[in-house]
Nanobody, 123 residues
Framework: QVQLVESGGGLVQAGGSLRLSCAAP????????MGWYRQAPGKQRELVAT???????IYSDSVKGRFTISMDNAKHTVALQMNSLKPEDTAVYYC?????????????????WGQGTQVIVSS
């Protein structure tokens, strides 16, 4: 199976910073894009930021100017630097990769996800 591994969540006061990291497993052979999504209690999962293999970034309006996404395509890792955090940023953050993996000898191209990491911003 293919599961991305996230780290870096935690509890922070409003105005503080956190850095999330995510690594793709070794059977990922090609990454087209990676990104971060989040899901707050009682809400749908939403896009936070994505970055393509060529470096093109997309941010949700709610995090523009505060969050920065970066990717090491050679290592298949992605990071999300979150500054000026607000209580409304509280959510479980999920790493995503639009990638091709080798599974049982076959190439499988689709979206892969991590298990999620909790971010809590206190007011």
């Amino acid at each position: 199976q293919v599961q991305l591994v996230e780290s870096g969540g935690g509890l922070v006061q409003a105005g503080g910073s956190l850095r999330l990291s995510c690594a793709a497993p070794g059977n990922i052979v090609t990454v087209n894009a990676m990104g971060w999504y989040r899901q707050a209690p009682g809400k749908q999962r939403e896009l936070v930021a994505t970055i393509s293999g060529g470096g093109t970034t997309i941010y949700s309006d709610s995090v523009k100017g505060r969050f920065t996404i970066s990717m090491d395509n050679a290592k298949h890792t992605v990071a999300l630097q979150m500054n000026s955090l607000k209580p409304e940023d509280t959510a479980v953050y999920y790493c995503n990769a639009h990638a091709v993996a080798m599974i049982a000898g076959w190439k499988s191209g689709r979206d892969y996800w991590g298990q999620g990491t909790q971010v809590i911003v206190s007011s």
